[in-house]
């Protein structure tokens, strides 16, 4: 079905990794060898549980497994072992499924650049300045979109100054979750969103303990990402929701019960803001079609 089609989408790619990994799986539970294709399918199943946007989501996936360009040589290459038996078409899924020598060496060098001390000192300054400038950034846009409103004819979805105190403690109450996930980062090296500064982040190419020792940088640097995006998750859903309730048209009690209630358990919609509003203060957002390519 892959080789059928110019330029599949990421569903049918996604698609086509987890299938690959499954059966990689299998075979490598039968011969007892370690299952490393068993965890990498278990996070899988996690991704597609997320309540990441299902975009990011599926772009993870593929990018696991090396990227389009590899998964989609990759069912190429398993379609031709299909018409020459069984034994081919397993010995084929079991050689694409390890990392090759360039993704060993490409995880080195990247590794390598961010090993230095001052390109964490840095990561850590621009995202608390970013984060801190939310506050003063949104009371300025509260006050355009006050001036807006009183125009002729304005109906407009606006920040309103509202939001400035509820975002004042969600930077304050954001920092625990951010620790939470911070530590969660540190000991698993996975973002919990599944968005890191780093393609092919999950690949994880050299193996063993030699491995994870390599891999500190990208992993404290995730880790650090991940702080600062448990502070503007909740910095924007508490943002958002008062400026729900005030669309609503609710004062007092009712105004903070329904406040309470949404900050608590969050729309799908207010979710999937939140987490972009995380990628984007920590300058993890996608590029575009025609930027990516570049």
Same mark, same amino acid.
């Given at each position: 079905?892959?080789?059928?089609?110019?330029?599949p989408?990421?569903?049918?790619?996604? !698609?086509?990794?987890e $299938?690959?990994l499954?059966? /990689? =799986?299998?075979?490598?539970?039968?011969?007892?060898? *370690? &299952?490393? #294709?068993g965890?990498?399918?278990?996070?899988?199943?996690?991704?597609?549980?997320?309540?990441?946007?299902?975009?990011?989501?599926?772009?993870?996936?593929?990018?696991?497994?090396?990227?389009?360009?590899?998964?989609?040589?990759?069912?190429?290459?398993?379609?031709d072992?299909?018409?020459?038996?069984?034994?081919?078409?397993?010995?084929?899924?079991?050689?694409l499924?390890?990392p090759a020598?360039?993704?060993k060496?490409?995880?080195?060098?990247?590794?390598?650049?961010?090993?230095?001390?001052?390109?964490? !000192?840095?990561?850590? $300054?621009?995202?608390?300045? /970013? =984060?801190?400038a939310?506050?003063?950034?949104?009371? *300025? &846009?509260? #006050?355009?979109?006050?001036?807006?409103?009183?125009?002729?004819g304005?109906?407009?979805?606006r920040?309103?100054g509202?939001?400035?105190?509820?975002?004042t403690?969600?930077?304050?109450?954001?920092?625990?979750?951010?620790?939470?996930?911070?530590l969660?980062?540190?000991?698993?090296?996975?973002?919990?969103?599944?968005?890191?500064?780093?393609?092919q982040?999950?690949?994880?190419?050299?193996?063993?303990?030699?491995?994870e020792?390599?891999?500190?940088?990208?992993?404290?640097l995730?880790?650090?990402?991940?702080?600062?995006?448990?502070i503007?998750?909740?910095?924007?859903?508490?943002?958002?929701?008062?400026?729900?309730?005030?669309?609503?048209?609710?004062?007092?009690?009712?105004?903070?019960a329904?406040?309470?209630?949404?900050a608590?358990?969050?729309?799908?919609?207010?979710?999937?803001?939140?987490?972009?509003?995380?990628?984007?203060?920590t300058?993890?957002q996608?590029?575009?079609?025609?930027?990516?390519?570049?």
């Amino acid at each position: 079905r892959v080789r059928s089609m110019d330029e599949p989408g990421d569903d049918v790619l996604a !698609a086509f990794r987890e $299938a690959w990994l499954r059966h /990689t =799986a299998i075979q490598e539970q039968v011969s007892g060898m *370690t &299952a490393e #294709a068993g965890r990498a399918l278990s996070q899988f199943r996690m991704l597609a549980k997320s309540n990441a946007v299902p975009r990011e989501v599926l772009s993870s996936l593929i990018g696991g497994g090396g990227g389009r360009t590899r998964v989609q040589d990759a069912a190429d290459l398993i379609l031709d072992a299909v018409e020459q038996g069984p034994g081919k078409f397993n010995v084929e899924v079991e050689r694409l499924a390890k990392p090759a020598f360039k993704d060993k060496a490409t995880e080195l060098y990247i590794n390598s650049l961010l090993s230095g001390p001052q390109t964490h !000192a840095a990561n850590i $300054a621009s995202n608390t300045l /970013t =984060a801190l400038a939310q506050l003063p950034e949104h009371a *300025t &846009a509260a #006050a355009i979109g006050k001036v807006r409103s009183i125009l002729p004819g304005a109906n407009i979805d606006r920040v309103v100054g509202s939001e400035i105190g509820a975002r004042t403690f969600g930077l304050i109450q954001g920092a625990k979750e951010g620790a939470r996930f911070f530590l969660q980062a540190l000991r698993t090296g996975e973002p919990v969103d599944f968005a890191s500064k780093f393609e092919q982040q999950s690949l994880k190419a050299i193996s063993g303990r030699k491995g994870e020792i390599i891999r500190i940088p990208t992993r404290l640097l995730t880790a650090e990402d991940e702080f600062f995006k448990g502070i503007a998750r909740r910095m924007e859903l508490n943002g958002l929701a008062v400026r729900q309730a005030s669309k609503e048209g609710l004062r007092g009690d009712a105004a903070k019960a329904r406040i309470a209630e949404l900050a608590a358990n969050p729309t799908d919609e207010m979710l999937a803001q939140s987490m972009e509003y995380a990628r984007y203060l920590t300058f993890q957002q996608k590029l575009g079609p025609g930027m990516s390519k570049l």
